[in-house]
């Protein structure tokens, strides 16, 4: 059993989870994720790892309430406990000293950029962080990016904080205006991590997002969380989660999530009608 040592709600229906998993702590790097189980016959919920902390032996995540099961862990309370926790699973990011990069974060994906911003700028890098949400009630880490970027830029679909419009506007600027950009990450909703890889795809800038499809058993078994790379199918799980982003088949990930968005409101319906 692995006990929530902290509980926070960052925004409406997003909140923070630190749990007991020395285990994991000890091997967790930025890009990986952990999946998860409430209960013995819940759903397995795979989430990327936020933070970690080895000397606490502890592993953090963000996670937005779209679900049932998601709903249902966002009810725990500190002291609670899980029934399933294992990782960490999928591939570390690769962290090297590239020179000046970009980490974009949307919405609830700003959770998995902030490890990777935080060892890149460990790795000697220049880390420029753009990251948004809707409105500026959604946005979360600003200060913890902050404090681990050399720029810090925020854009807000409505305007209410920084730049009015996309984090891909701000990220178009920054590669206009800095000529030599070495690398971009890119993480969050499906549309815009396409937006992010078309933004730099004229400029040749190497660029890799983490993709989160629906995962089963998150050991590359299933076949649940396939996405098509280079022409290659891929395993988000084992093989990722994070791939270079010109080279994923963008329609194929938005045809297989809106399949799943379907059956995941009928669960919801069904559990809550
Ligand atoms: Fe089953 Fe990746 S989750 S193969």
Redesign the pocket.
């Known amino acids: 059993m692995y006990r929530i040592v902290k509980k926070k709600e960052l925004a409406k229906n997003i909140k923070l989870l630190e749990v007991e998993a020395p285990m994991v702590a000890a091997k967790a790097a930025a890009g990986q994720f952990v999946i998860l189980r409430i209960d013995e016959p819940g759903e397995r919920i795979p989430l990327t790892i936020a933070d970690f902390n080895r000397e606490q032996g502890t592993i953090t995540m963000i996670f937005q309430e779209v679900g049932y099961t998601t709903r249902k862990l966002g009810e725990l309370k500190e002291g609670d406990y899980l029934a399933d926790f294992v990782g960490p699973l999928g591939q570390p990011s690769e962290i090297e000293k590239y020179g000046r990069v970009v980490c974009v974060g949307g919405g609830v994906g700003v959770a998995p950029v902030y490890p990777i911003a935080r060892a890149l700028k460990e790795a000697g890098n220049e880390v420029i962080s753009i990251i948004g949400a809707r409105t500026r009630e959604l946005l979360i880490l600003e200060e913890e990016m902050r404090a681990i970027s050399d720029e810090l830029l925020v854009a807000t679909d409505d305007g209410t904080y920084g730049h009015k419009g996309f984090v891909t506007d701000l990220l178009a600027e920054v590669l206009r205006r800095d000529g030599r950009v070495d690398r971009v990450w890119g993480i969050g909703p499906v549309v815009m991590m396409r937006a992010v890889a078309e933004t730099t795809r004229p400029f040749g800038v190497p660029t890799i997002v983490s993709m989160n499809p629906i995962?089963?058993?998150?050991?590359?078994?299933?076949?649940?969380?396939?996405v098509s790379v280079g022409g290659e199918t891929k395993?988000?799980?084992?093989d990722g989660p994070e791939f270079d982003a010109h080279l994923v088949d963008w329609e194929l990930a938005l045809r297989r999530l809106n399949m799943y968005r379907e059956e995941e409101a009928r669960a919801l319906a069904y559990h809550t009608g």
Do not use: I, K
């Open positions: 995962m089963v058993d998150g050991t590359g078994m299933c076949g649940a969380c396939r395993f988000a799980c084992v």
